[in-house]
């Protein structure tokens, strides 16, 4: 016999299996769309690359980054068995190519070989960058780290670094320093040098490392810290002075060259490494893949030995240490910047 409360319970447990069910259903709906969507990203993993490679190169052709890029493609296409294509993307102090990979398609074919100002520096001189360094990339690996030198024209009345501290705190407006532009990495290598010596100089910005060099080597302006590769065959030609690299321990095919920090000034470094990086998102088995390719390539002894003969450390980092390094340097330069009241336009 029923009554009622009978009925009453027999509706309350009908809408609860009702409820269960409807329940049921959206979680059996989200197991679905998630095992589709790892069969689907295993499966496009298996079969990357599907097409050639754009590797992007944020500067112009023939410069250090460049010439990385261009030693390393060969070996990553054979070991791909598709076409990596370099892809000069110059402009807006690499900010153009940047924005480029940013955006791109986060499915492994296009990548990015940026430079520690593309991704650490940029951010604390340009208020509205169009791309995140944390958030827009997933880091593959530091390829290669590139010291500078620290060099003076023969001329001046300075043979070591502490006869220059000396002759900078003297004549506090007599020393000119040539930079690549305003912000550059030899502009902010040149604040950490300030910073370290209590020195000071007048600085004077060119388009460019190119024509800083030019100067120094005719005797226009006295000093400079430039890029190895540039600089080193006029150090080697006596028409420029070291007075230091700027590596933490002396450079294997220049060991007759003292750094910075054995000329006086302990935990002085300033290197400008080198980094391939993909865009976020990318899933973790296809950048896992690149990763190991990368890695493999500047390993080879052909390709480490004709790195190291331009200048270059070769590296191979994991991803991790790639982005430890990233926010490192991302703090220190920030620092340096905002300390010298560096702006752009």
Not at 30 to 36: H, N, T, Y
């Amino acid at each position: 016999m029923s009554g009622p409360g009978h009925c009453g319970a027999t509706l309350r447990m009908k809408a609860c299996h009702m409820h269960s069910s409807a329940a049921n259903s959206r979680s059996l709906r989200c197991l679905l769309v998630a095992a589709s969507c790892a069969y689907l990203t295993t499966s496009y993993a298996a079969t990357f690359p599907s097409r050639s490679i754009r590797m992007i190169v944020p500067v112009a052709p023939g410069g250090p980054t460049d010439l990385l890029a261009r030693d390393m493609t060969p070996k990553l296409t054979a070991a791909l068995g598709q076409q990596v294509i370099v892809d000069n993307r110059a402009g807006g102090n690499g900010n153009i190519g940047m924005e480029i990979v940013a955006r791109a398609a986060p499915d492994g074919h296009t990548w990015v070989l940026a430079t520690a100002g593309h991704l650490t520096v940029n951010p604390s001189l340009y208020k509205n960058l169009p791309f995140d360094t944390l958030r827009d990339f997933a880091p593959i690996s530091i390829c290669a780290s590139l010291p500078s030198i620290l060099v003076t024209h023969p001329s001046l009345p300075a043979k070591s670094l502490g006869e220059l501290v000396r002759l900078g705190k003297a004549k506090p407006d007599y020393l000119i320093y040539a930079t690549a532009g305003s912000g550059s990495p030899s502009h902010l290598s040149g604040e950490l040098l300030k910073a370290a010596t209590g020195m000071n100089f007048i600085y004077l910005h060119y388009k460019g490392g190119a024509p800083a060099m030019i100067d120094v080597i005719g005797g226009q302006v006295h000093l400079s810290i430039l890029g190895l590769p540039t600089v080193l065959p006029h150090v080697r030609a006596g028409k420029l002075r070291s007075l230091g690299v700027t590596s933490r321990e002396r450079l294997a095919f220049a060991p007759d060259l003292a750094t910075v920090q054995e000329g006086g000034l302990p935990g002085f470094e300033v290197t400008n490494w080198l980094a391939m990086l993909v865009p976020a998102r990318t899933p973790g088995e296809i950048t896992a893949r690149i990763s190991r390719e990368v890695v493999a390539a500047l390993k080879r002894p052909d390709v480490a030995d004709v790195l190291s003969r331009q200048g270059y450390t070769p590296v191979a980092s994991t991803p991790a240490e790639l982005a430890a390094q990233i926010k490192v340097d991302l703090a220190k330069w920030s620092k340096v910047v905002k300390n010298a009241g560096i702006t752009t336009e």
